[in-house]
């Protein structure tokens, strides 16, 4: 029986929980020699809405994942993790990742901050994380803050 993870998906948007989460994916897949999948997601709901009214929102949004990607991909490389992939799509992300990015690359862990920035959607509907780990078919680690 295998203890080890394979492939490790890790959920980022940019907050510190976030980049808790990153760290603790980057011991887990160095640890287990697994693949990293580095994963940011555009709300579309909330670009279209603010395209509408800026119209280089939604390029911008793109800019700046592409961007964190780029900066996790090579932090993940310098840390020795020897395979770091990395994902950026549109759509929501509490579907987006437990279901299309997870299955695309045959994700065994789903590593995600217990909190991101979108406090409001949080309040309102649940957190990105719980829905994650709701909707996954395999296993789901939450990162606490350090508080």
Same mark, same amino acid.
């Given at each position: ?13 940019? %907050? ?22 580095? %994963?940011?997601? /555009? +709300? ?9 009214? *800026? ?7 793109? *800019?700046?994942?592409? +961007? ?17 992939? $990395?994902?950026?799509?549109?759509? !929501?992300?509490?579907?987006? =990742?437990?279901? *299309?990015?997870? !299955?695309?690359?045959? =994700? +065994?862990? =789903?590593?995600?901050?217990? $909190? ?10 649940? !957190?990105? %994380?719980?829905? =994650? ?8 680690? /939450?990162?606490?803050? +350090?508080?």
């Amino acid at each position: 029986m295998n203890l080890n993870y394979e492939t490790i998906l890790v959920a980022v948007d940019g %907050s510190m929980e976030a980049k808790r989460a990153l760290q603790k994916a980057i011991d887990l897949a160095k640890k287990d020699e697994a693949k990293l999948v580095i %994963s940011y997601i /555009i +709300d579309n709901r909330t670009t279209g809405t603010v395209e509408h009214y *800026d119209r280089t929102f939604a390029q911008r949004a793109n *800019d700046y994942g592409t +961007d964190l990607l780029e900066q996790y991909k090579s932090e993940a490389m310098e840390a020795g993790v020897t395979h770091v992939a $990395t994902e950026l799509e549109y759509g !929501s992300p509490k579907v987006k =990742i437990p279901k *299309d990015v997870a !299955s695309k690359y045959k =994700i +065994d862990l =789903i590593v995600a901050g217990a $909190t991101g920035i979108n406090a409001v959607e949080r309040i309102l509907i649940g !957190s990105v %994380s719980e829905h =994650i780990a709701r909707r996954a078919k395999c296993d789901v680690m /939450i990162v606490r803050n +350090d508080k």
